[in-house]
């Protein structure tokens, strides 16, 4: 079953603006990633962080985290056409056999307007 | 450095045909491993993961099957493909102290 939920569905911004997508998820969490999905091609991690964390910055990318709401976001700054593409978050869970796997949501699709 | 590839890129099949799609990591012992099914437009469903070697779970019921024959080889199977089979596949591999996965290109994968 889907963990993580993200928000908008799709979302378009002109290049330069900045670009913000929500995440819920529903069960404790170890930690929560995002990741970017060109179309047709394999995921890319962007950034981890930790449910002890409330902030954490990777270039232009901002992601927060509340777990007291189950709830993440990530902020791109200064958009590009670069940046389109689909988002997703996700959470790690405990499995039966003692690791961790990792459940996606559905996604956000970004469109960046040059 | 670690890789993981995946392949094929694109396939292909008739309806009641066999399916094998084969998945390596290199750089790295004993992954954690996963099958991962993306329907047009949608997100990630965790099919099948693994913990070491012959060790398969499995998320959802379904015509597929997967196997870990080598600590760095993961397999995915069908005897018979059906229509609702179709759709993009992706490996992906997690160390285990660390869970950020590490996804192969995908296979697009169309029952026909």
């Known amino acids: 079953s889907q963990q993580g939920e993200e928000d908008p569905q799709a979302l378009s911004i002109q290049e330069g603006e900045n670009a913000t997508m929500n995440c819920s998820y529903k069960t404790s969490i170890n930690n929560l990633q995002w990741y970017r999905q060109n179309s047709g091609r394999g995921l890319v991690h962007l950034i981890l962080i930790r449910s002890n964390e409330r902030e954490k910055h990777s270039g232009r990318l901002r992601v927060t985290l509340d777990t007291s709401k189950k709830s993440s976001s990530l902020l791109i700054t200064a958009s590009r056409a670069a940046d389109t593409a689909s988002y997703f978050c996700a959470t790690d869970v405990l499995s039966g056999a003692g690791s961790y796997q990792l459940t996606f949501g559905k996604g956000t699709k970004l469109s960046v307007i040059p | ?112």
């Open chain 2, 1 to 112: 450095s670690q890789t993981i590839h995946q392949w094929p890129a694109t396939l292909v099949q008739p309806v009641g045909s066999p399916l094998s799609l084969e998945c390596t990591v290199e750089g790295t012992s004993n992954p954690n491993l996963y099958w991962y099914r993306q329907a047009a437009g949608r997100g990630l469903q965790l099919l099948f993961y693994s913990v070491g070697i012959g060790q398969i779970s499995s998320e959802v019921p379904q015509n597929l099957s997967a196997s870990r024959p080598q600590d760095r080889q993961f397999i995915l199977s069908s005897k018979k493909l059906l229509l609702s089979d179709s759709g993009f596949y992706l490996c992906a591999w997690s160390s285990r102290r660390n869970t950020e996965a590490f996804f192969g290109q995908g296979t697009r994968l169309t029952v026909v």
